[in-house]
């Protein structure tokens, strides 16, 4: 049976070393880097089913010492590769090793960053293969033969925007990221997105009456979303328009995941209607694709 394929990304070789025996033991096949540099390369070219990495790290394998903003720096960067969700959880999940958890601003940080969880150092080999087998459990990935079906890094060129929506609801909010930002949308700002997301998909631009207005006012609903979306794309505006009533994504917009069985859980008709389209969307973009 094939195993559990995990990063570990440590450049202390006692802990590194420490954390790859640990793995063996779980079935797992740890592979070890000492550096961001060659953690991204492997993210790219390596099928994966974990991801464990220290916060202070080495930006190079040459470079004098580790920084906690590397290990920052690469949890972000690994999100932008691996954005999607298996529920609650990430579909590749990632465990930071750290002995700045401790501290709870330094853990919640990196939580927001993209981590799936925080480990303490000194390693403590129950807690660790507790972790492991959790996190695996969560994202699906409870046997490895599940992990085949799961997909490999987003390919996008440089400067694009990967915009997703996992579906998952967070009290009367519906969570959507942009790259390894995650925000939750009221289902006003959500019905707006969706079809700008399903305009963009069919080669379309948006009427302002299709998302709610009447055909001699303005629409308020896209500046109420262009300031939702502010917090993961600062000033940059990725929703276009022809001043005629017209709205449309940038070209630089690259549409990852989106889950139309949880949109259409949310139980809103217009939503449900939006998330069949998108249905259909995905199943002509995966006819197209076949030979």
Not at 41 to 47: F, I, V
Not at 178 to 207: C, F, N, Y
Request: with cysteine; hydrophobic share 40%.
């Amino acid at each position: 049976m094939s195993r559990h394929r995990v990063l570990v990304v440590e450049d202390d070789r006692p802990t590194a070393d420490d954390l790859a025996d640990l793995l063996r033991s779980l079935d797992c096949e740890p592979i070890v880097v000492d550096n961001k540099r060659a953690a991204l390369a492997k993210l790219q070219q390596e099928a994966l089913c974990l991801a464990m990495f220290d916060l202070q790290i080495k930006i190079e394998s040459d470079s004098i010492r580790g920084h906690i903003e590397a290990g920052r720096s690469l949890v972000r960067e690994a999100r932008k590769l691996y954005p999607d969700h298996a529920g609650p959880c990430y579909r590749l999940p990632i465990l930071v090793v750290s002995g700045y958890a401790r501290e709870v601003g330094a853990a919640v940080d990196v939580m927001k960053d993209g981590a799936d969880d925080v480990i303490q150092k000194p390693l403590d080999s129950r807690q660790v293969s507790n972790a492991v087998r959790q996190a695996l459990e969560r994202s699906g990935r409870a046997s490895h033969e599940a992990c085949a079906a799961m997909g490999g890094p987003v390919a996008t060129a440089p400067g694009t925007i990967l915009l997703a929506v996992p579906g998952d609801r967070d009290r009367r909010r519906t969570r959507v990221t942009i790259g390894a930002t995650s925000l939750l949308l009221t289902d006003a700002s959500l019905r707006v997105l969706l079809h700008l997301i399903a305009g963009k998909l069919a080669g379309e631009r948006v009427h302002k009456t299709d998302l709610g207005a009447q055909a001699d006012q303005g629409f308020r609903g896209i500046s109420v979303l262009r300031e939702v979306l502010k917090p993961a794309l600062g000033e940059v505006d990725i929703i276009k328009n022809d001043h005629q009533g017209y709205y449309w994504l940038v070209d630089d917009v690259v549409i990852g995941d989106v889950d139309p069985d949880k949109l259409i859980e949310l139980g809103d008709a217009k939503i449900t209607a939006l998330a069949q389209q998108l249905r259909e969307h995905a199943a002509k973009r995966r006819g197209k694709s076949e030979p």
